[in-house]
């Protein structure tokens, strides 16, 4: 069980550049339109591949990382501005790394500087999702000068391990279930973990799923990422996790963020139960210049159950308004 654990535990919590392989091409109508569309491989410090995805081609710069999860959800916002979209190192479709003392979260945020540099723009808005949205907070307090706007969806907490996060994890194992764990206590006792790592992906995700959502019903809406990655294999995941997490530390960025003044947008579900929302509301009080989003009813997806909401509250604030829905949390504000 303390598998399953490492595995999901790390989403409720300028390297040398060698080579790129770009391919270009043009989106087609129905996908994403007339969007121009590039993808290709940014060879990153330590020799490592990182998969990518530039879509649209408007003024404003956007960099998301874990495209494999999030490229079909927002790419709707790449409409009037350039969205690139990646994949971290050891995730995705972009190369494995067997050392892992190569994997952390500095190494993320090194490979994002990478992924800017190479790109071109001096400055960048920044999404971030999940453990992702901590990361590209820590981008941008090391590169405060790179950074126009950051969004983060559904952040893990701004410090290790408060005690709301323990509520947390008892809901996300409540809301899965106990028949399905079994199942796959057994099937890894089986060995088809390793023997069959497609099937118990597919058998992992079957169970875990629920979990995701506040409203189960929005589940069909949203497809994970193809059990073809090696990966996102669960017996690859769980060195890369537990490396990931070890990196943190005893982290706490409240104070930090309190002096850093670019605008922020905290987008957070009241059901989250990977990354708790009272974390959300910890990150939107500690920043010197942000506000909140409430996502009511809708968990780790806010973007997938209430796409309207959280879409459009995105693209109003990369234009450089303060969405209406959203609140200041802050005191002064």
Not at 35 to 49: C, F, T
Not at 246 to 273: E, I, M, N, Q, W
Request: charge should be negative; proline fraction near 6%; glycine fraction near 8%.
């Amino acid at each position: 069980m303390r598998r399953i654990f490492v595995i999901i535990g790390v989403s409720i919590l300028v390297p040398s550049i060698a080579a790129c392989v770009p391919e270009r091409r043009e989106g087609e109508p129905g996908e994403e339109g007339k969007r121009a569309v590039e993808e290709g491989r940014l060879e990153v410090e330590g020799g490592y591949g990182l998969y990518y995805r530039r879509m649209g081609d408007g003024e404003q710069k956007v960099i998301i990382p874990a495209g494999f999860f999030l490229e079909e959800a927002l790419a709707g916002l790449a409409d009037t501005r350039t969205l690139v979209f990646y994949d971290m190192r050891d995730r995705g479709r972009s190369d494995s790394v067997p050392d892992m003392t190569q994997v952390g979260i500095q190494q993320d945020i090194d490979d994002l500087e990478a992924i800017r540099a190479y790109l071109g723009p001096e400055r960048i808005s920044l999404i971030g999702w999940s453990y992702l949205g901590a990361m590209v907070a820590m981008y941008a307090l090391q590169n405060p000068e790179r950074v126009e706007r950051l969004v983060q969806i559904g952040p893990i907490p701004p410090r290790a391990n408060p005690a709301y996060a323990q509520a947390a994890m008892q809901a996300y194992m409540q809301a899965v279930s106990p028949a399905g764990l079994e199942r796959l206590e057994e099937l890894t006792a089986a060995g088809v973990e390793v023997e069959e790592p497609e099937r118990f992906y597919r058998e992992f995700w079957n169970v875990h799923k629920p979990a995701l959502f506040g409203d189960t019903t929005k589940m069909s809406l949203y497809e994970m990422p193809p059990a073809e990655l090696s990966n996102e294999w669960l017996h690859n995941l769980q060195a890369h996790f537990s490396a990931k997490i070890a990196s943190f530390g005893d982290y706490d960025l409240r104070a930090a963020a309190s002096g850093l003044d670019v605008p922020v947008l905290v987008v957070h579900g009241t059901r989250d139960r990977n990354a708790p929302f009272e974390g959300g509301r910890e990150w939107s009080t500690a920043w010197a210049n942000a506000r909140l989003l409430v996502v009511e009813g809708s968990a780790h997806m806010p973007f997938v159950e209430q796409p309207d909401l959280v879409l459009s509250a995105i693209d109003e604030f990369l234009r450089g308004r303060w969405p209406e829905a959203t609140e200041a949390t802050r005191e002064g504000r």
